[in-house]
Nanobody, 124 residues
Framework: QVQLVESGGGLVQAGSSLRLSCAASGRTFGSYAMGWFRQAPGKEREFVAAVTWSGSGTRYTDSVKGRFTISRDNAKNTVYLQMNGLKPEDMAVYYC?????????????????WGQGTQVTVSS
């Protein structure tokens, strides 16, 4: 069992940066691939980024490539999402997810554990 707690969301202006963190419980964090998803009001939850168990492999949705960076620190049981150049369309609740696999997935059904989410609001 893995418990995930996100933090770092907030209200920022367009063009600003935020870093989201997701702290995981459990001693097997290093054996999970991790992902970030987001859900805007009235929309379905969508994939944002994912990282392999070691941190050496990453995947991004096209709309955030070049602006967002996912990383992890297995010693701290934490995964990060650095978000630069935020746009109003990035506004959503961001969820951290863990997958019982070493390799990334890009759909909700690939992931086994979810956090409660953290709100990111971007003003124009």
């Amino acid at each position: 069992q893995v418990q995930l707690v996100e933090s770092g969301g907030g209200l920022v202006q367009a063009g600003s940066s935020l870093r989201l963190s997701c702290a995981a419980s459990g001693r097997t964090f290093g054996s999970y691939a991790m992902g970030w998803f987001r859900q805007a009001p009235g929309k379905e939850r969508e994939f944002v980024a994912a990282v392999t168990w070691s941190g050496s492999g990453t995947r991004y949705t096209d709309s955030v490539k070049g602006r967002f960076t996912i990383s992890r620190d297995n010693a701290k049981n934490t995964v990060y999402l650095q978000m630069n150049g935020l746009k109003p369309e990035d506004m959503a609740v961001y969820y951290c997810a863990a997958r019982r696999s070493l390799w990334v997935g890009t759909t909700e059904w690939d992931y086994d554990y979810w956090g409660q989410g953290t709100q990111v609001t971007v003003s124009s």
